[in-house]
């Protein structure tokens, strides 16, 4: 369910738990690095919720690199409220199913790394009651011999909830790594391809913290690399 993906490890949870507070860190030392570079739009921090826009946090560890990323449900899923209809529902169980499989999402240059943790947290825009009931039904409803009626039923039940949301209703997500890496040291760039899978996405404010530097870049789908030297 959405609900224990929020609390999710593929493997060594401790590590994740312990780097937390270094993440932390990062978080505190992203506003100062931002103030050092060239004062441009692109390098600001997301101030306020903005559709098409993200922001993944990054720090670089001895063999270890962490990243937070931070969005707008909107630019994952398509809506801001808590998943009611069938047609929510499935944008939201396939989000989360990119948003597991980092390797879809991310790539590295110089160094081979795989994810050792996984959180992702979808809680502004999921129903943990209603998922637990659901769960078993679910992976039967698409070969599900009324499935279109379904599909229009949804549609009129997701127009129904459009016309009560504010404008002022916001809601994000989040997913956290934790990559190990045979040979950071030889890491030249992350390559951020969350664009390919999420065409809401339009652009990625990318910020990182290291050993032996820092950086602030502004991604797009035509300019998905961050380097790192």
């Known amino acids: 369910t959405f609900a224990l993906t929020k609390l999710r490890f593929k493997s060594q949870p401790l590590s994740f738990c312990v780097n937390l507070l270094s993440s932390l860190l990062l978080l505190v030392l992203a506003p100062m690095l931002l103030a050092q570079s060239s004062g441009s739009p692109e390098y600001r921090t997301m101030e306020s919720h903005q559709h098409g826009q993200a922001e993944l946090r990054i720090l670089l560890e001895t063999n270890l690199v962490e990243m937070e990323f931070e969005t707008p449900a909107f630019n994952l899923v398509g809506f801001e409220h808590e998943a009611s209809s069938s047609r929510e529902k499935k944008a939201l169980k396939n989000a989360v199913a990119f948003l597991e499989s980092p390797a879809r999402l991310i790539a590295f240059g110089g160094s081979a790394?795989?994810?050792e943790a996984?959180?992702?947290?979808?809680?502004s825009v999921s129903n943990e009651e209603d998922e637990h009931q659901q769960e078993d039904e679910h992976d039967h409803e698409a070969e599900h011999d009324h499935e279109a009626e379904?599909?229009?039923?949804?549609?009129?039940?997701?127009?129904?909830?459009?016309?009560?949301?504010?404008?002022?209703?916001?809601?994000?997500?989040?997913?956290?790594?934790?990559?190990?890496?045979?040979?950071?040291?030889?890491?030249?760039?992350?390559?951020?391809?969350f664009?390919?899978?999420?065409?809401?996405?339009?652009?990625?404010?990318?910020?990182?913290?290291?050993?032996?530097?820092?950086?602030?870049?502004?991604?797009?789908?035509?300019?998905?690399?961050?380097d790192l030297n």
Do not use: M
């Not at 996984?118 to 809680?123: G, L």
């Not at 016309?163 to 951020?192: G, M, P, Q, R």
């Not at 390919?196 to 690399?225: C, D």
């Open 195 to 226: 664009f390919r899978v999420f065409p809401g996405l339009e652009e990625v404010k990318a910020l990182w913290v290291g050993e032996t530097g820092q950086g602030a870049k502004q991604l797009n789908p035509s300019n998905r690399r961050l």
């Open 150 to 193: 379904h599909d229009h039923e949804a549609e009129h039940e997701e127009e129904h909830s459009h016309e009560h949301e504010t404008e002022t209703s916001h809601a994000d997500i989040n997913a956290s790594y934790s990559f190990s890496c045979e040979n950071k040291s030889d890491l030249s760039y992350i390559e951020v391809n």
């Open 113 to 115: 790394c795989s994810p």
């Open 118 to 123: 996984i959180q992702i947290d979808v809680s």
